[in-house]
């Protein structure tokens, strides 16, 4: 698959409205200041990339968003809501001596699915997005990186979120692949109105994307808007 700089085109997913507002948040751990006054809009549909270097903030701000860390000042507006919201961490949390197939077992809900065969489809039909079909009696241990984040990304795909939050999913993969893991989230985002807000310091990625990011530096929010100015 060729995908060229500029054909990740977004379309215009700002009538979907605002789902989350974050509000001079700020987050310290004891003297460190991991996020510092930060205001942010995520609109419905979106998918934004939050984008720095290495301990700008990244997972903290996703983890405001997931409600998993209290803001020291400022709020995250839009969670009260209860947006059903998925994620994929940077540490994956799969569970290594079970299969693939048992690991993604484990986002069955029954309110979701009507039953265990139409979950397994629409497993078999997100792995073979991915051609890794044939992995599904693997165990998890004996994969490579690359293939543990397909398996996280899948595994919190199948519980259909409103808004998922990728922490670094693709670092392992190459831009071919991490563009891909982009195509399926964008047909989702069609199909569904999925929202995404992926974390990652990958720049190859970024420079090809065109839509909004929000760059981090030192808990700051830099700049936030098209992906093309900066
Ligand atoms: N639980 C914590 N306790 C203390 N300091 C923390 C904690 N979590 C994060 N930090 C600090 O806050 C800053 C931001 O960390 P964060 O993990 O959000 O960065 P990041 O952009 O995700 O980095 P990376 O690209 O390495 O994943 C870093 O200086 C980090 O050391
Ligand atoms: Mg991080």
């Not at 789902?19 to 934004?48: C, H, M, Q, R, Y």
């Not at 709020?75 to 569970?95: A, C, Y």
């Not at 073979?128 to 241990?141: E, H, P, Q, T």
């Amino acid at each position: 698959m060729q995908i060229q700089a500029g054909t990740l085109k977004r379309k215009n997913f700002l009538r979907g409205g605002i789902l989350l507002t974050l509000e001079n948040l700020s987050v310290n751990f004891g003297d460190k200041k991991a996020l510092s006054k930060i205001n942010l809009k995520v609109a419905k549909g979106e998918i934004l990339f939050v984008t720095g270097v290495s301990g700008a903030g990244k997972t903290t701000l996703l983890r405001c968003i997931a409600g998993d860390v209290n803001p020291s000042k400022g709020k995250v507006n839009g969670i009260e809501r209860n947006i059903f919201i998925s994620r994929v961490f940077q540490d994956l949390r799969l569970i290594q001596d079970l299969s693939v197939w048992e690991n993604l077992r484990l986002s069955f809900d029954p309110l979701i699915y009507k039953n265990q065969k139409e979950f397994k489809d629409e497993a078999v039909r997100l792995c073979n997005f991915f051609s890794i079909k044939d992995r599904l009696n693997d165990n998890v241990m004996n994969l490579n990186g690359g293939l543990k984040q397909l398996i996280a990304l899948i595994r919190s795909l199948l519980s259909k979120p409103e808004l998922i939050l990728l922490d670094e999913p693709t670092s392992s993969l190459d831009t071919e692949s991490a563009l891909r893991v982009f195509e399926l989230l964008e047909k989702l985002n069609e199909i569904s109105g999925l929202t995404c807000i992926w974390a990652t310091h990958n720049r190859d990625l970024v420079k090809k994307f065109n839509g909004n990011i929000a760059y981090l530096d030192k808990g700051k929010l830099i700049y936030s808007g098209h992906a093309c100015f900066i």
